[in-house]
């Protein structure tokens, strides 16, 4: 015949202690130092049979314990500086109320998160929470996808162009450009001047695609190595220059 044993797990040795005082109806006042400290040591025990690992804090609120117990044990009780006997158990009393106090502070703000997460508004997470739990999962469906699902798709898509009334138009406008119309246009301007800067090509006619085109027309004749350009005067200004013909001695 075999049975199992189920110990409580308690968050700290303090939480440990108040279980005991409340199971037994305890005076925290007055604490029965053999007592509590022996209920102690066989709980700690008990998760050592067990094979739990016991947490360090545990193991030095025991030897507090045990000093406690050690000092009520002496027959010459300590005296503070006003001629009072020191009570042992004080410092563990005070911790033991302050303990109290906090956790009872804790567990009154656990119950009113809960009851404010209860509430309908904007902002709820649970409500959120549940409603991101409702939406179709994308991945899911994608497994499932058949041939008629497919046409089923294709034939709502179809449906909602057949009934739109505009037409899309795309316009397409030529524009009265070409490279090489503007390549010439180019070789035109510097035949009868040694160079000519950019800004001239602009100011002759200021207009976007233009000055594209001419641009585009000047870096075609500098890889045909008709031209050459130096760095000229102003802001993002050069200089395109005709290229002189190599003679053959």
């Known amino acids: 015949m075999s049975f199992e044993i189920k110990l409580p797990l308690f968050e700290g040795p303090f939480d440990l202690m108040l279980f005991f005082i409340e199971r037994d109806e305890l005076d925290i006042y007055d604490i029965p130092i053999f007592k509590i400290t022996n209920d102690f040591l066989e709980y700690l025990h008990h998760l050592e049979k067990m094979e739990i690992e016991v947490a360090s804090e545990f193991i030095l609120f ?12 002496i027959p010459r009780p300590e005296i503070n500086e006003h ?8 410092e563990l009393i005070r911790h033991l109320l302050e303990y109290k106090k906090y956790k009872s502070v804790i567990g009154d703000l656990a119950t009113l998160e809960e009851s404010q997460l209860a509430k309908e508004k904007r902002g709820n997470i649970l409500s959120e929470l549940k409603q991101l739990s409702k939406v179709d999962d994308v991945e899911a469906e994608m497994q499932d996808l058949d041939l008629y699902k497919l046409l089923k798709v294709y034939q709502k898509v179809m ?6 009334t505009d037409e899309t138009m795309h316009t397409v406008v030529q524009y009265p450009y070409s490279i090489e119309q503007q390549k010439d246009f180019v070789m035109d301007k510097i035949s009868f001047r040694d160079k000519v800067p950019f800004t001239e090509f602009i100011s002759y006619k200021p207009d976007k695609i233009f000055v594209i085109y001419t641009f585009l027309a ?7 190595s008709l031209v050459t350009i130096r760095i000229g005067e102003g802001f993002n200004n050069f200089w395109v220059e005709k290229t002189e013909p190599v003679t053959m001695a």
């Open 62 to 73: 025991a030897a507090t314990l045990m000093k406690i117990k050690s000092k009520m044990l």
């Open 159 to 164: 449906s909602k162009f057949a009934a739109r």
């Open 218 to 224: 000047i870096l075609e004749l500098l890889q045909l």
């Open 83 to 90: 001629g009072e006997e020191v009570d042992p158990r004080e």
